[in-house]
């Protein structure tokens, strides 16, 4: 992760992003929460969206969420 800046109102950069994902943050309500990020003119807000779910499409499928009906 960079050191770009996301949120300029708030100064919240793309590193201080990731590491609200990677403490369990998984929506961007959750990133506005624990960085400011987004809180201030919301002109971020689309920016944070894709990283939020970039970060979500990573993560290792949970089997404990996953119903299979067909087996």
Do not use: Y
Not at 29 to 45: H, N
């Amino acid at each position: 992760m960079s050191k770009r800046l996301v949120c300029i109102c708030n100064m919240v950069t793309e590193k201080e992003i990731h590491a609200a994902l990677v403490k369990g943050a998984r929506s961007t309500t959750e990133i506005q929460k624990m960085t400011r990020a987004g809180t201030s003119c919301g002109r971020c807000l689309p920016w944070i969206d894709s990283i939020v779910e970039e970060f979500k499409a990573a993560l290792p499928e949970d089997p404990q969420q996953r119903i299979d009906f067909g087996k």
